[in-house]
């Protein structure tokens, strides 16, 4: 049984409510949670705190985007039924928990218990805090589902903007011999061990303030001015709903999953090897003409682009449709793979230009997807929906570095590689983002024999009070 004050029916917003208050939100749960993209941070303090390889350090990585995708997909429908406040408070209570058990691994020297803590009991609240706003912002927002959700999963890319000159701050804080702004430091494991009791501590009282204000619309509330009979007339954007057990049965799930898996695949590619790569495809001999602060600082575009993308292509899937929007996204990113891989080392404006684009459309993949879903199986669970649709990205997370590091293993060493070594794994991404490609074209309206009797989308029974 959940507390009172969690419940579903004390949130429900009272007449007035402004609606631009739910992003505020949602974002202060997904700045939170996309801390988990700043992990490289502290990556080398632990390996020397841990007298181990960065492979085992990075597996704190895999294991939480994996139990992301996971616990999304396991707590979508528990999500749904209870509610957006529940399920904010589950996750900054499995996220805050997540942090102190690692510190807790840290200090002891327990490697095991910053997997389970950060990996585990962490990712479970990765999970549950990504798709905790989905279904609310799409019911608050009928009219722009694809800008509202984008607001929010916007935070998520760009939680590491926050997390990461953050952490190197306050690490720097708690061991004076480390500076962040000198490669050749590194913080002790105590450094990274207050560092996340620090952030448990930040980060459980800005996702309180998140599940606190966050509220859901009134039964047959619409917004002022919209017409649902709109959407109605919009192809591929249903009126009815799908169940979240039905809407797996379904090949537009399956179709959607191939998508969203193929257009992760060949975005987490180029970000898992984005510093090192822009040396490599400008290497002379042994040595880069791109230093290693510019390298840096091509990482950090990159995550600017991947967070604008979130927010401006799925606001523009509003416009176009969400079809075509994946059309670009894995189309262009057909032509522009093989612009990066045929053409790329011969400017660095050429390379980082494409590769900012092509992370721009990873983003946008993740932000519109949920719309995607709520066009086809309506919102009554939406966000079961996409929990489990979010598997995707948990194959994805260990296929494209996969892909991306065996090929780079069989041509040569770190630092001795050259454009020329990667053209393998960039042409097989094309192939990757054909197959995407084809599953999006494949993409029809849900039969109607799979449609919830009884349970039409908030559309029409909101179109009946308006």
């Known amino acids: 049984m959940l507390p009172s004050f969690l419940a579903r029916d004390r949130i429900v917003a009272g007449p007035g409510f402004n609606r631009w208050l739910i992003p505020p939100a949602a974002l202060a749960v997904h700045l939170c949670i996309g801390q988990v993209y700043a992990t490289s941070v502290y990556k080398s303090a632990l390996t020397a705190h841990f007298d181990s390889s960065l492979t085992a350090i990075g597996f704190i990585f895999s294991i939480a985007i994996v139990m992301l995708g ?71 927002f009928p009219d722009r589902p694809g800008l509202a959700t984008g607001m929010a999963i916007m935070g998520f890319g760009g939680g590491a903007l926050i997390a990461s000159p953050l952490s190197g701050r306050l690490m720097a804080l708690y061991d004076s011999s480390y500076d962040p702004t000198d490669a050749t430091t590194v913080p002790s494991g105590q450094a990274v061990a207050l560092l996340f009791v620090t952030l448990a501590v930040i980060y459980a009282v800005f996702m309180s303030f998140g599940a606190a204000t966050i509220r859901v619309p009134a039964e047959g509330w619409t917004p002022d001015g919209w017409d649902p009979s709109v959407v109605k007339k919009q192809k591929m954007v249903t009126t009815n ?60 575009l990159l995550s600017i682009f991947n967070m604008a993308g979130r927010f401006v292509w799925s606001s523009t899937s509003d416009v176009i449709g969400r079809k075509p929007i994946y059309m670009i996204y894995l189309g262009v990113g057909i032509a522009l793979y093989l612009v990066l891989a045929l053409f790329g080392s011969t400017s660095t404006v050429v390379f980082v230009i494409t590769a900012a684009v092509i992370i721009s459309f990873y983003g946008g993949g993740f932000a519109t997807i949920p719309a995607y879903l709520r066009d086809l199986f309506g919102t009554y669970q939406v966000g079961a929906i996409h929990g489990r649709l979010l598997t995707a990205w948990s194959a994805a997370g260990v296929a494209g570095p996969l892909i991306v590091n065996a090929f780079l293993d069989a041509r040569g060493t770190p630092g001795a590689l050259v454009a020329a070594d990667y053209r ?43």
């Open 70 to 140: 996971l616990s999304a997909a396991l707590f979508g429908t528990w999500v749904d039924r209870n509610g957006p406040r529940a399920a904010m408070a589950a996750s900054a209570t499995f996220w805050v928990t997540g942090f102190l058990v690692a510190a807790l691994g840290i200090s002891l020297d327990q490697l095991w218990l910053v997997y389970v803590g950060y990996g585990v009991i962490g990712g479970i609240g990765l999970g549950i805090g990504y798709i905790s706003p989905v279904s609310t912002l799409i019911k608050w």
């Open 241 to 300: 709903s799908v169940s979240a057990a039905n809407a797996v049965k379904t090949p537009q799930f399956w179709l959607l999953w191939i998508v969203l898996f193929c257009n992760v695949t060949a975005g987490i590619g180029i970000l898992e090897q984005a510093s090192p790569m822009i040396q490599d495809f400008f290497r002379e001999g042994e040595t880069s003409t791109v230093a290693a602060a510019a390298a840096a600082g091509f990482v950090g």
């Open 424 to 466: 393998p794994a960039l042409l097989t991404m094309v192939g990757v983002l054909v197959v995407g490609f084809v599953a999006n074209l494949l993409v029809r309206s849900v039969n109607a024999k799979f449609h919830e009797p009884g349970k039409d989308s908030a559309l029409k029974t909101e179109g009946a009070s308006a």
